[in-house]
């Protein structure tokens, strides 16, 4: 299963969603492999809560992934009414570096 497969499966699994995109962005950064990706998910599980909790909540979701295998995740939370005005930002450019360069 690929990285991109593995993060796509623990969200639809965690949460119940209306939209959610997951996209590889490594390809746009130096290294290449499946370590840049982009989170677009719209949920009612994120009614109520702020930005941080959001986020959270994914980071959480993803937490061995992100220790082990992720160098960037681009994370843009929704509730379906946000989801109607949504204005998704493109990802920032990648510094270099990474937790996984010796």
């Known amino acids: 299963m690929s990285m991109l497969e593995q993060i796509e499966s623990k969200l639809k699994s ?3 969603y209306e939209h959610l995109e997951v996209i590889n962005e490594s390809h746009m950064h ?3 492999t499946e370590s840049h990706f ?3 998910i719209v949920s009612n599980d994120f009614e109520g809560k702020r930005l941080l909790q959001c986020h959270r909540m ?3 979701v993803l937490a061995d992934e992100l220790a082990h295998h992720i ?3 681009a994370i843009h939370t929704y509730t379906p009414t946000q989801w109607q005005n949504a204005d998704i930002p493109n990802s920032p450019k990648c ?3 990474s937790k996984f360069d010796s």
């Open 14 to 16: 965690a949460f119940s």
């Open 30 to 32: 130096s290294r290449g």
């Open 38 to 40: 982009k989170v677009v």
């Open 58 to 60: 994914i980071n959480d």
């Open 71 to 73: 160098h960037a995740l």
């Open 95 to 97: 510094l270099g570096g």
